[in-house]
């Protein structure tokens, strides 16, 4: 009887401590196969990872990162030197920041990079309107969305609006519970839309909408000018 008192103990130790390995190791395993190593060809520079700031080395700039399953958005820009033929000397090809949007399932690696630019010319063409390709490990092309910095902000500031204006209310209770609710919202509302710049909204709305619903607004216009 002793002698089980004894083991007892020993045995469950043991047990705890396989318990212990075997949650370590299912960790380890789903963080390698949740982990993608993503990675940008030398003449991308990589700013933003999902709205979070990449830091580069002083002498050097980071070229592979660790993501992980779902969506994603990259701020990237071109950059890449070339000979100019005509004043033999060495021309800096810069493309503004733009945005690169894909959706990453179980892909365990990917690389993204330009199109073939061979010369200054091919290099500038791509600096004003970029397009580049993301592969996985087995060379296929994963699906990705380009957009303008500007657009992607512009997105960012309608949907904090949207989300912003969507918010409940919160009131005191009163014998016109009802009345303040109202009041409440409508001023809300009003600050909200006070602060609001009507200009890039107008742009987002105009881009967002469809050749109907542009024909429709221009209708509009022109019955609002015809009024005043």
Same mark, same amino acid.
């Given at each position: 009887?002793?002698?089980?008192?004894?083991?007892?103990?020993?045995?469950?130790?043991? %047990?705890?401590?396989? %318990?212990?390995?075997?949650?370590?190791?299912?960790?380890?395993?789903?963080?390698?196969?949740?982990?993608?190593?993503?990675? %940008?060809?030398?003449?991308?520079?990589?700013?933003?990872?999902?709205?979070?700031?990449?830091?580069?080395?002083?002498?050097?700039?980071?070229?592979?990162?660790?993501?992980?399953?779902?969506?994603?958005?990259?701020?990237?820009?071109?950059?890449?030197?070339?000979?100019?033929?005509?004043?033999?000397?060495?021309?800096?090809?810069?493309?503004?920041?733009?945005?690169?949007?894909? #959706? %990453?399932?179980?892909?365990?690696?990917?690389?993204?990079? #330009?199109?073939?630019?061979?010369?200054?010319?091919?290099?500038?063409?791509?600096?004003?309107?970029?397009?580049?390709?993301?592969?996985?490990?087995?060379?296929?092309?994963?699906?990705?969305?380009?957009?303008?910095?500007?657009?992607?902000?512009?997105?960012?500031?309608? #949907?904090?609006?949207?989300?912003?204006?969507?918010?409940?209310?919160?009131?005191?209770?009163?014998?016109?519970?009802?009345?303040?609710?109202?009041?409440?919202?409508?001023?809300?509302?009003?600050?909200?839309?006070?602060?609001?710049?009507?200009?890039?909204?107008?742009?987002?709305?105009?881009?967002?909408?469809?050749?109907?619903?542009?024909?429709?607004?221009?209708?509009?216009?022109?019955?609002?000018?015809?009024?005043?």
């Amino acid at each position: 009887m002793s002698d089980i008192t004894t083991r007892t103990p020993l045995l469950n130790a043991k %047990l705890v401590t396989y %318990l212990i390995a075997s949650v370590l190791l299912c960790s380890i395993l789903t963080f390698k196969v949740s982990a993608t190593t993503l990675t %940008l060809a030398d003449n991308l520079i990589l700013r933003d990872v999902d709205d979070k700031a990449v830091e580069h080395g002083f002498l050097s700039k980071k070229q592979t990162f660790n993501i992980t399953q779902g969506e994603h958005t990259l701020v990237v820009k071109y950059k890449d030197v070339f000979e100019d033929l005509d004043f033999a000397e060495e021309r800096l090809v810069t493309s503004d920041y733009f945005v690169v949007k894909f #959706t %990453l399932d179980e892909q365990q690696t990917l690389f993204l990079s #330009t199109s073939n630019i061979r010369d200054l010319a091919a290099a500038e063409r791509f600096a004003n309107a970029p397009e580049v390709i993301l592969l996985d490990e087995k060379k296929q092309e994963v699906v990705l969305v380009l957009e303008t910095l500007s657009d992607y902000k512009l997105a960012k500031q309608v #949907t904090k609006v949207i989300t912003t204006l969507s918010e409940p209310v919160v009131t005191t209770q009163s014998n016109n519970t009802a009345i303040n609710v109202t009041t409440n919202e409508q001023v809300f509302n009003n600050k909200v839309i006070e602060n609001l710049n009507a200009v890039p909204m107008l742009k987002y709305w105009w881009q967002k909408a469809s050749n109907t619903e542009k024909s429709s607004f221009i209708d509009f216009i022109k019955k609002t000018k015809s009024l005043e």
